[in-house]
């Protein structure tokens, strides 16, 4: 089973805490999932880390849930909000003589994730969506231009209707080496004005 560490689930944990304001409990519960994952570096078993990236509300814990769960492996499930915050993650993996991959989930539509996150338990403001979804894509292309051997695999996710159930999907994209990698990222950078533009369809 994979030990994954998230801090949503996190700041289920901390006094006073309630969904109705994750917002203001997320710094710390950041810090305590960075904390938990130096140490996991240290005293797992475990040979490969997963540090995962995407916009909130993307299908991140679904992805998890779903393919890696289940697998000996150490999983960050978070954004990657930063390009520096993420350095940081991959030399700390590689100096524990850990192997590190990024899995990037980007949702297929903008709109159906931003309804997704309107809809959670949890509340953030508006921008945390605009800006995890413009800074994830951003870090992700930083990693593959400066990070030649840190694999970097893509997921698209989309919602499938079976009756009235509804269920997430996940197809990975095929990309014929790093310099289409970046490519594909390059082409697909939002800042948060080009965000808010393809959520509302301006």
Same mark, same amino acid.
Request: no cysteine; hydrophobic share 40%; glycine share 6%.
């Given at each position: ?54 916009? $909130? ?21 978070? $954004? ?12 700390? $993996? ?109």
């Amino acid at each position: 089973m994979a030990f994954i560490i998230s801090a949503d689930e996190i700041k289920k944990t901390l006094p006073g805490y309630s969904p109705a304001k994750s917002e203001l409990f997320h710094r710390q519960s950041a810090k305590l999932a960075d904390k938990t994952f130096e140490e996991a570096l240290k005293s797992r078993s475990e040979k490969t880390v997963i540090l995962m990236s995407g916009g $909130t509300a993307s299908g991140k814990s679904e992805y998890v849930s779903a393919y890696l769960a289940k697998l000996r492996l150490i999983v960050f499930d978070g $954004t990657l909000p930063s390009f520096e915050g993420a350095k940081i993650k991959i030399k700390k $993996t590689l100096k524990a003589g850990k192997k590190v991959e990024i899995h990037l989930v980007l949702p297929n539509d903008l709109l159906v994730a931003f309804i997704a996150f309107l809809n959670r338990e949890r509340k953030f403001s508006l921008g945390h969506f605009y800006r995890t979804h413009s800074s994830s894509r951003q870090t992700v292309l930083d990693i593959a231009q400066s990070f030649n051997d840190i694999p970097i695999k893509i997921f698209v996710s989309d919602v499938d209707y079976i009756g009235h159930r509804q269920t997430m999907t996940f197809k990975e994209l095929k990309l014929n080496g790093r310099g289409e990698l970046i490519e594909f990222m390059k082409q697909n950078q939002y800042n948060e004005e080009e965000i808010i533009k393809a959520v509302f369809n301006l």
